[in-house]
């Protein structure tokens, strides 16, 4: 049996390096990551147990190590190599961006975003720097937590602009609850923002709310 697993193990990985992941199932692409960490053990059938539970690819690499660890077969190791895929594409997706132009590339930045944020169980709020060409120079996560008009530091953005060199901004921020609809608390941030923001002649572009695949654009509703 030890000898059958390795070999399709071994078919697994060549399948990809002849072709990638084109013709694989879901479940064989959970089953390759969960390899990397017990590179010895059948694991395809806790991929399948996995991909029955959350529905998806997306779902399984973005669900909470606990719960995959919930699954007969998944531990520590296996996780780790779920995990450590998902956090290499963000990684790779915010860099794709750095240097880019704002406005031409706003499906990319909205696919990091989304990629970043969908799955986070507390708010984030995070800044986007851009140089006066509107090219992104660097993005950041300034505040964690519950987000009201207490936690949310003006002069703290504004430091943050200045070291980065930055002419304008993009506010983005996330709903674990998956309602885009801005709360009257996102409302008097962004107010308070945009005012220290014009007294260093610093343009704030937008404010971006992300809930799950949804995105809420204040520029686009008027609001900024």
Not at 83 to 104: F, G, N, P, S, W
Not at 112 to 135: A, C, P, T, W
Not at 167 to 174: R, T
């Amino acid at each position: 049996m030890a000898k059958s697993n390795e070999g399709h193990r071994q078919r697994l990985r060549e399948k990809f390096l002849n072709s990638g992941l084109d013709g694989f199932h879901d479940y064989e692409i959970i089953e390759l990551l969960l390899t990397l960490g017990t590179p010895r053990t059948d694991c395809k059938q806790p991929a399948k147990d996995a991909l029955k539970k959350w529905g998806s690819l997306k779902a399984v690499l973005e669900a909470p190590p606990k719960e995959l660890k919930k699954i007969k077969g998944i531990g520590d190791h296996n996780v780790f190599g779920l995990k450590l895929t998902q956090d290499v594409a963000r990684r790779y997706l915010a860099d794709r961006i750095v240097d880019m132009d704002y406005i031409q590339s706003s499906e990319d930045v909205l696919d990091y975003l989304r990629h970043n944020l969908r799955d986070k169980s507390q708010e984030l709020f995070m800044v986007i720097y851009l140089n006066g060409r509107n090219q992104i120079l660097k993005m950041e996560t300034l505040f964690e937590g519950t987000l009201n008009t207490s936690a949310v530091y003006p002069r703290e953005v504004v430091k943050k602009a200045l070291e980065n060199d930055a002419s304008a901004l993009v506010l983005v921020h996330n709903h674990p609850s998956g309602n885009p609809s801005p709360s009257k608390d996102d409302l008097t941030i962004t107010k308070k923002l945009k005012e220290a923001a014009r007294t260093i002649d610093i343009y704030i572009h937008d404010h971006l709310i992300i809930a799950g695949n949804d995105v809420y654009s204040f520029a686009d509703h008027g609001l900024i």
